[in-house]
């Protein structure tokens, strides 16, 4: 295994790097649905309630239509992400592991072009 950064080599328990001293087992965030979703559905209530129709109960100043817009298409859009990831998660765990996939551990370290 080598150090994504500098390419020092370096044991598999190791936890830093000897050259850079980097933390090793930090992996990249995963991107969920639930974020993607939660913020589109944001931005669109966002902008729904600024620039759509508006009820006479909410005639207010346009930030808080669009503050109350992006709460509540957030909350809405992150429900939605939850059940598009519990769904995913199943559909993944249902499936039989392949042999001739690679470990995690290499998946997790793509292959560096640089020397």
Known sequence: MHCLACKTPCLETDTH?????????DAPPERSAANFCGFLFA???AAALTFGPVPTWLD???AIRAGMGGL???IIGAIVGL???QFDRKKSD???PD???PSP????FPPSTRF
């Open 43 to 45: 931005a669109f209530g």
């Open 60 to 62: 207010e100043n346009p």
């Open 105 to 108: 551990a290499r998946m997790r």
């Open 83 to 85: 059940i598009i990831d």
């Open 17 to 25: 790097c000897p050259g850079c001293h980097r933390l090793l087992t």
């Open 99 to 101: 042999p001739m996939m």
């Open 94 to 96: 249902s499936k039989s």
């Open 72 to 74: 509540i298409g957030g």
